[in-house]
């Protein structure tokens, strides 16, 4: 094990944490009108902007702390491409609780050993896929809660899932402030799971400063700017979105 030694404090600040709350928070202030668009599961576009996203991640937020996610809790998220996964990235990690990528391209078994394996306490999962929950969801011992993420607010949801929430209206209830804390830039941000191959699938659990870092790496090794439009086609569910889940920023 390599030793650590502490030499001569620098005058820099180091001990500011990187945070990938922070990206959203710049883009806001920044960039508060340029436009994220996502399709919905009709096929129709959602427009909004970095400013009313930034709102919608707050919102988030505060509905996940009153439904008691805590600090280090992981949050299981199975969904499309759309604005609600890239809220999700942002709101379960700036509570400082971790976004587990839950692949629905791999079997029921190795789905529910994912989420059991990784002591996922709450799952938000597409309308759409509801169904692959269903089917596993007596095994799975510790899931407290379900979120439904669908394109509009609903009354009523059918599923045997339970207890159930709507994720719109969810937010609907909440403030769009949230006192964003400092968390410790080793912290997990994300976790993700490998296919299952060979054997059980294998956890990655990347740390906010590994996202903060990789972005800036990416946002340079591309070329990317203020002025461009990145189209992604990795999907959210797997390896971070192939890493650009907030390069655009």
Known sequence: MIKMIDGFPSTFGDDYQLNTNEFIRYAATTFPEVEVISRN????LMRYNYEQAYARVGKLANALKRLGVKTGDRVGVMEWNTHRFFELYLAVSGIGAVLLQVNP??????????????????ICVSESMIPFIESIHNDLGKIRQYIILNDEKQNEIRSNLSPIHD??????????HYDWPMINECSAYSG???????????????SHRTICLHTLCLSTLCSIN???VLIRLCRCFIAMAGGFSFVRH
């Open 41 to 44: 599961l009709d096929g129709t």
């Open 105 to 122: 391209r791999i079997s029921n078994e190795d789905r529910a050993y994912v989420i059991n394996h990784a002591g996922a306490t709450v």
């Open 167 to 176: 994720y719109e209206t969810l937010l609907e209830s909440e403030s769009s």
């Open 192 to 206: 993700a799971y490998t296919s299952g191959t060979t054997g059980k699938p294998k956890a990655v659990y990347y």
């Open 226 to 228: 203020s002025s461009d």
